[in-house]
């Protein structure tokens, strides 16, 4: 347990960002120990297209497999290993180990739907994370689109991630951006990055409550994604009247626990011979 570990060694998992120095130090050794020890894994949430109501991707989440407090989420270690640095070396193993997975797929079934990675903007600061990144690709012989980055607005707001974007996206890797609605930057910096995809945050799905709401943000972000010919993907999907909203509203792509939960990629193969042979899901 926790208090066997001595010293307030684990007390960073208490959610408070309060670290002292002896306790980051603590929480260092942890992390690096974890990531030697392979103890950090994927799961993997499909994305529906909800025109032909197929899976067309997935996003991969980050767990942190404990080998005293069991599978962690990555709200209790992803703020922390911001907070250290050690995101940087996580952010390279989980980009590691989509690059297996896509490839395993290949090998197994031939072709491999693209995978989504969540990028710290502390990541997309580094000097040489694009360079590592086409790198990393290219060792394993990937087609640099099956790869797609989520990012958030803060990382839009260095000029120095901005020109990394761009490098990214000029390789042929896919960006999304993620949480939409959140924070307040909104439209404008759409302009100066080139995304592909636009992910409509979950606290904004979560209004459509039942279908007689017409939720004028979740619509009028739809269009004017459309216009800026970016696709809208909407996160969080929990309800059938929720979906049957949003595909009216012109989204193009929905996640959420209604459609499917985070997995491991044991079971991807099992669940999509289920979600096609389910029926009228709209
Ligand atoms: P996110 O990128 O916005 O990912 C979506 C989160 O919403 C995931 O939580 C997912 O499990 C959850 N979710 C999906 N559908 C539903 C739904 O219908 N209802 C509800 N209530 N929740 C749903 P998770 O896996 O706990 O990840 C939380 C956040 O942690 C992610 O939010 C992302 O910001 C971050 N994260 C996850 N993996 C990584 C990673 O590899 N690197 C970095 N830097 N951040 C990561
Ligand atoms: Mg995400
Ligand atoms: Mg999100
Ligand atoms: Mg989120």
Redesign the pocket.
């Known amino acids: 347990s926790a208090k066997k570990a001595g010293r307030g060694q684990y007390r960073f998992f208490d959610q408070s960002l309060n670290v002292t120095d002896v306790e980051e130090f603590h929480l260092e050794q942890a992390f690096t120990e974890s990531l030697r020890n392979r103890d950090f894994l994927?799961?993997y949430?499909p994305q529906v297209c909800l025109d032909s109501m197929e899976v067309i991707g997935y996003?991969?989440?980050?767990r942190w497999q404990h080998p005293s407090f069991g599978l962690l989420?990555?709200?209790k270690f992803?703020p922390l290993s911001e907070k250290t640095g050690f995101?940087v070396k996580?952010?390279m193993e989980?980009l590691r180990l989509a690059c297996v997975q896509i490839s395993e797929w290949q090998q197994m079934l031939g072709v491999s739907k693209p995978i989504a990675?969540?990028?710290?903007p502390i990541?997309l600061s580094q000097p040489d994370f694009c360079a590592n990144v086409l790198t990393m690709l290219s060792d394993m012989g990937l087609n640099p689109d099956l790869l797609e980055l989520?990012i958030?607005e803060t990382a839009m707001l260095e000029s120095r991630a901005v020109e990394t974007l761009h490098r990214l996206k000029q390789a042929g890797i896919r960006l999304s951006l993620?949480?939409f609605g959140t924070g307040y930057a909104g439209f404008a910096h759409l302009e100066a990055v080139p995304v592909d995809k636009l992910?409509i945050?979950?606290s904004l799905i979560n209004r459509i409550s039942n279908s007689h709401d017409d939720s004028p943000i979740v619509s009028s972000t739809i269009i004017l994604a459309r216009r800026m010919a970016i696709q809208v993907v909407a996160?969080?999907?929990?309800t059938h009247d929720q979906l049957v909203h949003l595909k009216v509203a012109g989204c193009h792509i929905a996640?959420?626990?209604?459609l499917g939960?985070?997995m491991p990629a044991e079971k991807i193969l099992d669940f999509e011979r289920a979600f096609t042979e389910k029926e009228n899901v709209v």
């Open positions: 994927l799961h949430q996003e991969a989440l980050v989420y990555p709200d992803i995101v996580l952010g989980v990675v969540n990028v710290s990541q989520e958030t993620d949480d992910k945050d979950r996160e969080g999907v929990e996640q959420g626990y209604f939960r985070p």
